[in-house]
């Protein structure tokens, strides 16, 4: 204010000039906005204290590090009621991360797959695309989640029809129970592993969940496999760009299909023998079927409705995708005698690719908010835990809520930085 | 008024401006009804009807508060709210009291900053089993699914009584009573916990209420009442005494049937006289007329009606009184003299 | 050399042979199924999976719908009368249709005012969407946001009318002060707008009940009227402040530019359903001790807030689109900000990006369902608490999901629909 005043007296300043004048204009804007600004948040803080004080409440995050006293049961990293309201936090943390990305990888097959037949030539595939899509989009995904629930409570047997000599159920090739609780399936470990000796996971937990401990195996096991597999995929792209380089050499490309097999194959069956890969069974044992690993009906009514909802908004991003390819360029391809199949492989969908990527962002990016919705079918999420139950017990309203907030804005802003790095490294460069 | 007009022409929405402040009888009084928190729906205790009219236990409750403070047992707002709503709403202001069956407890009572004005139900927490599982005590739970809801203490007895008997067991967390009962009856857990009557009541809407049976073992002490804000005392006297001139209407015999005839002249018994404002200035006292509890009896009966046609033995709910009854019965239901 | 000819073969054609008829398999049905459906084996694969699928679904669905029965009062009276046939309680729809639609606490005696208040939009928003209808028409749609509250909410019509004068006056004094600049202009508005609606809250509790309906509290709202309500106020308030927040977020001034970009990216960034804790559990310490909104008037602010976010990265989308001539034509012409936008910028975006705001809209719509976890009534909770706990009707789903499911089809697909009209009726750029 000072500045503009001095500058004002050298060339005859008028108070107008804050409003009329282009130089002034847009910072007397921006002061007014900041003072409102400051005014409408102090406005609001100050009600916040004075209510508060009133109540005679604080704002603290104390009751994080205090025993949460209830139980979770889908639990990624050992918890029991014992345990902080932070644990069971993290626990609905990564259960939201687990279901997010589960329904990420088949909403996005699955979109695929109905984006491409729902262009294909045959009337009644691309007819049942049709009606697949229009009835996913333009049903709420709440009615969604609650209908595939209930699906799976009723429709699904009870795990004690799989019971004795009259069992009216028994488990898909003997080692899958498909039950109206979940879906059991034979859980690998291995018996020669570095997961045996972890002392520290098992001090941890205490002497009760020793073997429970032990058999959940160690994370250094599946880091192992995970490093096998990524190898494999390094050397087969390796082989790819030598049989590119072979062909442009000589004009033949190398048979490289074997190759390729024996690279993903050999390597992860040899570590698999060396570690002693085993099969844990589940079996029908007291009131349920125990080992095996348990996919709960909340977990699959979760990600099967976010995957097929959200399914079918990817599949019209891919159609959108394609249509936006020019024919030309199909016409092109046939004419230097690629396949159909070839054509849509080499020429339309890295094309389309470009197209596709912006909004299959923004769908990855509704499957997390969207899984928020676990809370209706009781699967055990972040919004569960710490905004529900969390909430409930501490009664630390605005503390959850706003942690529970923070939560999503970093994983959304984390996914949409990612994924525009990605976008940006494949956009077209244009003039 | 003015406020209230200004609002709603500039959101182009409905908005009721009421005050949460102090004097909770005098906004009551100003609106003219009283904004009441009940659950979403328990049967026999609060639940609409298919007309859309609020009836149960905790309902008449309400009722009978209104019926005291406002002459009109009619004159409620029915508040549904959920677990993890109710207090929120009774903190702010949205209502004036609270008749959720919520459990009496220390950090309710003081951290959370609310009053409790008594106890109208002594529930505890209980199991429901199908019969054919063959189980007849809930120590035979080891490793057994539980449906339930979320957001009461009920998770946290569970947890409770599971580990203090070493045993496991799989939670199946559902956010409404209806949708765990819908489970339970699929099969997709193998017990129900909740409120024993809270069990009783959803049992009698069974299908076949005889294929499930109600386990023994009581875990947890579960005194359910009306609820009001910290720090007004005078309607917490309002709303405590309207409870107990409920109780003490069964003690001495007062009923829906002859509150008016015994309100119309003094009776030899003093302390009828009294509760009914023949004799005494018992209602001045709490700062409502002289006939304030002959009025909530008149409305919805004394304790003991209020029971038998909810939730009582006559009812599909079937519960006993048990606990319930009079003190003078064998039971825990009290109330301090009114003089 | 005819004559030749004439002695050597035996017979000549003199006419042209009609063409023959093509082959059976060639034409008509047959050559259509053979092309679209048979052309290959993958084809016929996928045709006859196609079809599996279509009898799947209707052999579950036909038998369903054909023996359901709409009489009994109650789930024993359906199972009586439909037995083993595997038909459906359609009672449950005629029995409850008022609750689903209305909720139960709104006066059953008064469902013709909302009723009313929906059919009425069908006579006025046409003038919106139908271009070649008279532009006074528009008027009605002025008058009609008035018109639904006093008929929904009831009480005295004086509330509705000033509002309107408010805003009528807002604008006239508006129009007059614009001559000197858009921002004094905006002033006037608000001033007459204000002042109207103080001098018109003393006249309203003069006569409380001067044409007065019976009033319905707020509370009282429910069922598909609830979700109606919510998306159709809170979409129409979302666009003006999506516009302003678009607008602001491609300023030149740094702090309201940043305002808006901290303000999108944070809604967009969290789930709704955490919004809606806000409005439910936390907002209320924010105002002044002692007010109290009501419930769907939070609801209101937070989903219109959370929408506005969208529809501004909509709009910016059209904005970004708009080639840079025409900024730089509005500016050779003279015209200064608020003018360029309104006369020029504005309404081309907007065109532009309408299929996008229809998508937001549609999925407001569908995202209303979320209400119902935070205890509201509406046709989702509706079903999922008091008709579900009913004892009269435990254990009936599929009927009533199936009723909420057609009912959200019809509105979005509809929407949907009408917006690739509106599309193409817009489409002024020649293709």
């Known amino acids: ?431 | ?339 | 050399m005819s004559d030749t000819h004439a002695e050597s073969v035996a017979f000549v054609r003199k006419t042209e042979i009609p063409p023959a008829p093509p082959p059976v398999t060639e034409t008509g049905a047959i050559k259509w199924v053979r092309e679209n459906l048979f052309s290959g084996p993958f084809n016929t694969i996928m045709t006859l999976l196609g079809l599996y699928v279509v009898y799947w679904l209707l052999s579950g669905v036909i038998p369903w719908i054909l023996n359901g029965t709409w009489e009994g009062s109650s789930i024993r009276d359906c199972r009586e009368i439909i037995g083993d046939t595997g038909g459906g309680c359609f009672a449950v729809l005629g029995e409850r249709w008022n609750q689903l639609l209305f909720g139960f606490e709104y006066p059953s005696e008064l469902y013709w005012r909302p009723t009313l208040a929906f059919i009425l939009l069908f006579v006025t928003v046409p003038q919106v969407l139908f271009i070649s209808l008279p532009r006074k028409l528009l008027i009605l749609t002025g008058l009609y946001p008035f018109l639904a509250y006093w008929l929904i909410w009831g009480g005295s019509i004086l509330i509705p009318f000033f509002a309107l004068v408010g805003l009528v006056l807002g604008y006239a004094a508006f129009t007059r002060a614009e001559r000197i600049n858009f921002a004094a202009g905006l002033a006037a508005f608000v001033v007459a707008a204000v002042v109207a609606w103080w001098l018109g809250g003393f006249l309203t509790a003069a006569a409380p009940n001067f044409l007065a309906l019976e009033a319905v509290d707020s509370r009282n709202m429910g069922g598909f009227m609830l979700n109606l309500i919510l998306g159709i106020v809170c979409v129409s308030l979302s666009l003006p402040l999506g516009i302003v927040l678009a607008l602001g977020r491609q300023s030149r001034m740094p702090l309201i530019k940043y305002v808006c970009v901290v303000f999108i990216e944070f809604v967009r960034g969290v789930p709704l359903i955490t919004l809606l804790f806000v409005a439910n559990v936390v907002l209320a310490y924010f105002l002044p001790p002692g007010t109290n909104f009501d419930l769907i008037l939070r609801v209101i602010i937070m989903i219109t807030l959370f929408a506005s976010a969208y529809i501004a990265e909509v709009i910016r989308g059209g904005l970004a689109a708009l080639p840079k001539g025409q900024y730089e034509a509005a500016d050779s012409l003279g015209l200064d900000y608020a003018q360029a936008m309104r006369l020029i910028i504005l309404p081309q975006a907007l065109k532009i990006s309408i299929p996008g705001i229809v998508n937001v809209a549609v999925g407001l719509f569908k995202d209303t369902t979320l209400v119902s976890i935070i205890s509201m009534f509406d046709l989702v909770g509706m079903i999922r608490g008091p008709i579900l706990s009913s004892t009269d009707w435990v254990g009936v789903y599929w009927e009533l999901w199936a009723a909420a499911c057609v009912l959200f089809f019809v509105v979005c697909y509809g929407i949907s629909q009408y917006s690739q009209w509106l599309e193409r009726q817009l489409q002024t750029d020649h293709r």
Not at chain 2, 93 to 105: F, K, P, V
Not at chain 2, 311 to 322: N, V
Request: hydrophobic share 45%; charged share 15%.
């Open chain 1, 1 to 431: 204010m000072t500045a503009s005043d001095l500058q004002g007296a050298d060339q005859g300043f008028r108070i107008g000039q804050l409003i009329n004048d282009t130089r002034y204009r847009s910072i007397t804007f921006q002061v007014i906005t900041l003072i409102l600004l400051v005014l409408g948040i102090g406005y609001l803080i100050s009600n916040l204290l004075a209510n508060l004080a009133d109540l005679g409440q604080d704002l603290s995050y104390d009751f994080l590090a205090a025993p949460s006293g209830y139980d979770i049961n889908q639990q990624p990293i050992p918890y029991d009621s014992q345990s902080t309201h932070l644990r069971a936090t993290i626990v609905g943390a990564l259960n939201t991360l687990i279901v997010a990305f589960l329904a990420c990888v088949t909403a996005t097959v699955l979109g695929v797959i109905a984006g491409v037949l729902r262009l294909s030539k045959n009337w009644i595939i691309s007819k049942l695309m049709a009606v697949y899509v229009e009835a996913f989009r333009n049903i709420p995904v709440l009615i969604w989640i609650i209908i595939i629930f209930t699906v799976v409570a009723n429709v699904f047997p009870q795990p004690r029809d799989f019971r004795g000599d009259d069992a009216t159920a028994s488990p898909i090739f003997g080692v899958v129970a498909a039950t109206n609780r979940g879906v059991y399936v034979p859980r690998p470990y291995f018996t020669n592993g570095f997961g045996l000796s972890d002392e520290d996971a098992i001090a941890e937990v205490g002497d009760d969940a020793v073997a429970q401990a032990a058999a959940q195996g160690s994370v250094i096991d599946w880091l192992v496999i995970l490093a096998v597999l990524i190898g494999s995929l390094l050397a087969t792209r390796a082989i790819t760009r030598w049989a590119d380089r072979t062909q442009e050499k000589t004009g033949k490309r190398p048979t490289t299909w074997w190759m390729s097999l024996a690279a993903w194959i050999l390597p992860i069956t040899i570590v698999c023998w060396i570690m002693g890969l085993s099969w844990e069974i589940p079996e029908l044992r007291g009131f349920n079927f125990q080992g095996g690993l348990l996919m709960r009906g909340s977990l699959i009514a979760l990600w099967l409705a976010l995957s097929i909802y959200t399914g079918a908004f990817i599949a019209e991003n891919v159609r959108a995708g394609i249509l936006a390819i020019s024919k030309g360029q199909t016409e092109a391809a046939a004419a230097l005698g690629l396949r159909p199949g070839r054509i849509m492989n080499l020429v339309i969908l890295p094309q389309a690719l470009r197209v596709i990527i912006p909004p299959l962002i923004s769908q990855y990016l509704n499957i997390t908010k969207n899984s928020s919705l676990a809370i209706a079918v009781g699967y055990m999420d972040l919004t569960a835990t710490l905004g529900g139950i969390t909430l409930n017990q501490t009664g630390r309203a605005i503390e959850s809520i706003l942690l529970l907030m923070l939560f999503y804005l970093t994983i959304s802003l984390l996914i949409s930085f990612f994924m525009n790095i990605y976008n940006n490294s494949v956009r077209l460069k244009e003039r």
């Open chain 2, 1 to 339: 008024m003015n406020k209230s007009v200004f609002f709603g022409a500039l959101a182009f929405t409905g908005l009721a401006a009421a005050g949460a402040s102090a004097a909770t009888l005098e906004d009551v009084q100003a609106r003219g009804t009283l904004n009441c928190g009940v659950t979403t729906g328990v049967p026999g205790f609060a639940e609409p009807d298919a007309d859309g009219v609020w009836q149960g236990f905790d309902v008449a409750v309400c009722r009978a508060v209104a019926a005291a403070v406002l002459g009109d047992p009619n004159a409620v707002e029915f508040v549904p709210t959920t677990g993890k709503t109710r207090f929120t709403s009774l903190a702010s202001g949205e209502i004036d009291m609270l008749a959720r069956n919520t459990t009496w407890t220390f950090s309710r009572d003081t951290d959370l900053k609310f009053d409790f004005t008594g106890v109208n139900y002594y529930d505890g927490q209980g199991f429901m089993v199908p019969a054919d599982l063959g189980v007849s005590s809930a120590t035979e739970l080891d490793g057994a699914t539980v449906c339930i809801q979320t957001g009461t203490t009920t998770e946290l007895n569970l947890a409770d009584y599971f580990r203090v008997n070493d045993m496991s067991y799989e939670p199946v967390p559902i956010e409404t009573g209806a949708e765990a009962v819908q489970q339970f009856l699929a099969g997709a857990c193998d017990v129900y916990t909740t409120d024993r009557s809270a069990l009783a009541a959803q049992r009698a809407g069974f299908e076949n209420p005889d294929d499930y049976t109600i386990l023994p073992e009581v875990v947890s002490k579960e005194p359910l009442g009306p609820l009001v804000r910290h720090g007004d005392s005078e309607w917490f006297d309002i709303v405590k005494w309207t409870l107990y001139a409920l109780i003490a209407a069964e003690e001495y015999g007062v009923t829906q049937e002859n509150v008016e005839q015994l309100a119309s002249e003094a009776t030899d018994n003093p302390e009828v006289n009294r509760l009914l404002g023949t004799e005494g200035e018992l209602g001045a006292m709490i700062g409502l007329n002289q006939t304030w509890a002959k009025d909530a009896i008149a409305a919805v009966g004394n304790y003991g009606e209020i029971f038998s046609t909810n939730i009582g033995e006559e009812t599909a709910i079937g519960l006993a009184r048990g606990l319930n009854a009079q003190y003078t019965d064998g039971g825990l239901i009290y109330a301090p003299p009114f003089r």
